[in-house]
């Protein structure tokens, strides 16, 4: 059975997001002053700091996303976990440290430092808000999906227990709280899914039985999107046994059916040799709704371990230029999108000085490589362990540990689900301290004592846990690493422009960062609206009717916004010492 309520997991959930309430009240008794708030008074520890950035970094998207796309996709999933790796050496030798000396408690600090411009904060926050929303969407969907095997509720449960668990957090502690649940959250995550792989590699490949191979499933949609496979209803408990888990072995190198442990290197490289039967979707819209047919195929091991041979970028190695634009936009989304994050960017000023924002980031980087390195491991270990959920590629790591033990399914689902709260709490704490220092107290130039930005924070971090909850129902079954790449388009044409221009032009004027802000996050948001994917998955519609040709935006969003900002400098760089306003 794929899913059904587990009563070790249901324990280990209810103690993990006890501990992290208890905890986010005591630390929430502690955070009295605005600093304390929106920045931990900017005294965590480095290495404090830098596992909270993994924490912070490694969402729902790394976790679930990564892991399944690399269990269905092979090593076209991997290379998410380049690109988002990549990101941080952007962070760390441009980022770092001048964020740190410009700033105070928001990424409009920084850009603000020169000017003392409304207009630049104004920008700058609506910038954090539609940012932190769309990284929000892929958090709230990889909600639902951990809440039907962790307590066989509906997937609606799930986003609406996060959003209210988080809202709690959020107004009871802000960022001391937040700062601590990442630090435990990001070194749980790395530790058991350091102990995922050992399990992997001691468990070694096995060729799996001919019974269980070469099983096509049909599941039947109708136009109140109730399910069927292969005739029975889909849905939870035991109906939910219809489902054929997939990801075989089907044959090894020199005839051997199993392997026995295996080191990390002789791994790889009896799976490259091996054949693997996946899963492939066809998708056929009829009057009443749609039919979806799951087929299995086979690949060869060498063909699942290089990019381009699957759907999901095999686009890179045909003859239209479109797919290899749409691949290379998407890689500089994730490299440039890591250093543009709200939620990263505020994490420098929780730290005391420049050394320590630049050692937190190392400690970061070294935490966040090793855990990507890992998901390559727990993705192939779920392609080949007969776990997989053809309906949804988001729970391989988890059906994966299932395969183990219940006692690690129970506790790999319970940190996932934490590892969700907490990167939505930072992401809401980043998105309420933008609107009350940025916009009600720097555009609006209204006046707010501690206790006021404090509460106008709140209130703000409230309403925008509706709206993560409003969209994560809508963007169902969205794989949440795809829907993180928008976020990190957005954050990447609208923000990183900016810094970089402030940081490294002085020709650069208040209405060229307004201008280039606005311009990288109104066009980007708009492009992913009218994009191929969004109307194939959101609206319904055939990919061929999209606006534009591409589903990524940031090839051109980001080179505009950048172009923008030097037009418009040039344009009012006579203007640059008038009063701002």
Not at 171 to 197: N, R
Not at 198 to 222: F, M, S
Not at 297 to 310: I, Q, V
Not at 336 to 341: D, E, K, N, V
Request: proline letters at 4%.
């Amino acid at each position: 059975m794929l899913y059904e309520a587990n009563t070790l997991a249901i324990i280990v959930f209810v103690a993990l997001v006890g501990a992290t309430l208890g905890f986010s009240f005591w630390l929430g008794a502690r955070a009295k002053s605005s600093a304390a708030y929106f920045a931990a008074g900017g005294q965590i520890h480095w290495f404090v700091n830098g596992i909270a950035f993994a924490g912070d970094y490694l969402s729902a998207a790394s976790f679930l996303g990564i892991c399944g796309m690399i269990a269905f996709y092979g090593f076209d999933g991997f290379l998410y976990s380049i690109g988002y790796l990549a990101g941080w050496i952007v962070a760390l030798l441009v980022i770092a440290e001048p964020l740190k000396r410009l700033g105070k408690f928001t990424f409009a600090d920084a850009l603000d430092s020169r000017f003392q411009s409304r207009g630049i904060q104004a920008a700058a926050g609506v910038s954090t808000l539609i940012v932190s929303l769309f990284y929000l969407i892929p958090q709230m969907v990889g909600a639902g999906t951990l809440i039907k095997p962790l307590l066989g509720l509906e997937y609606w449960h799930g986003v609406v227990m996060v959003g209210t668990v988080v809202m709690v957090i959020v107004v009871t502690a802000g960022m001391v709280s937040t700062t601590y649940v990442q630090f435990l959250k990001g070194g749980l995550l790395v530790l058991f899914s350091l102990l995922l792989t050992v399990l992997i590699l001691a468990r070694g490949l096995q060729v799996a039985p001919a019974e269980k191979l070469n099983q096509t499933q049909t599941i039947v949609v109708d136009a109140q999107d109730n399910k069927t496979i292969d005739g029975k209803p889909l849905g939870l408990g035991a109906e939910e046994s219809n489902v054929k888990p997939v990801g075989y072995l089907k044959s090894l190198p020199g005839g051997m059916t199993e392997t026995g442990p295996l080191g990390p290197i002789r791994y790889l490289s009896l799976l490259a040799q091996s054949e693997i039967e996946i899963t492939t979707r066809k998708v056929e819209k009829t009057a009443d709704g749609r039919v979806e047919t799951l087929t299995p195929k086979t690949y060869t091991g060498s063909e699942l371990l290089t990019p381009g041979n699957l759907p999901s970028f095999a686009g890179i190695r045909g003859d239209s230029w479109f797919p290899k634009l749409d691949f290379i936009s998407l890689m500089l989304a994730l490299f440039g999108g890591t250093a543009s994050l709200p939620h990263i960017l505020i994490r420098y000023y929780t730290v005391k000085d420049q050394a320590a924002a630049r050692k937190s980031t190392i400690v970061g980087i070294t935490s966040i490589g090793f855990f990507y390195i890992l998901t390559l491991y727990i993705g192939l270990g779920a392609m080949v362990s007969g776990t997989l959920d053809p309906t949804d590629s988001n729970m391989a790591a988890p059906l994966l540990a299932k395969s183990f033990s219940n006692l690690l399914f129970a506790a790999v689902s319970a940190i996932a689900f934490t590892t969700v709260l907490g990167t939505v709490s930072g992401l809401i704490v980043a998105a309420g301290g933008s609107v009350a220092h940025d916009i009600v107290g720097g555009f609006f130039g209204i006046k707010l004592s501690e206790h006021s930005a404090i509460r106008v924070a709140k209130i703000s971090s409230i309403a925008i846990g509706i709206l993560a909850i409003r969209f994560g129902l809508a963007f169902e079954g969205m794989n949440v690493t795809y829907l993180v790449g928008w976020a990190f388009a957005i954050a990447a044409s609208a923000n990183l422009p900016a810094l970089l221009m402030l940081l490294f032009w002085k020709g650069t004027t208040k209405q060229g960062l307004i201008a280039g802000i606005l311009c990288g996050v109104l066009v980007s948001l708009a492009w992913v609206l009218v994009s191929p994917d969004m109307f194939k998955n959101m609206y319904g519609l055939g990919a061929d009717k999209a606006w534009v040709p591409l589903s990524q935006p940031g090839i051109f969003t980001i080179p505009m916004s950048f172009l923008v900002i030097y037009v418009v400098s040039l344009a009012t760089r006579s203007k640059a010492s008038a009063p701002s306003r």
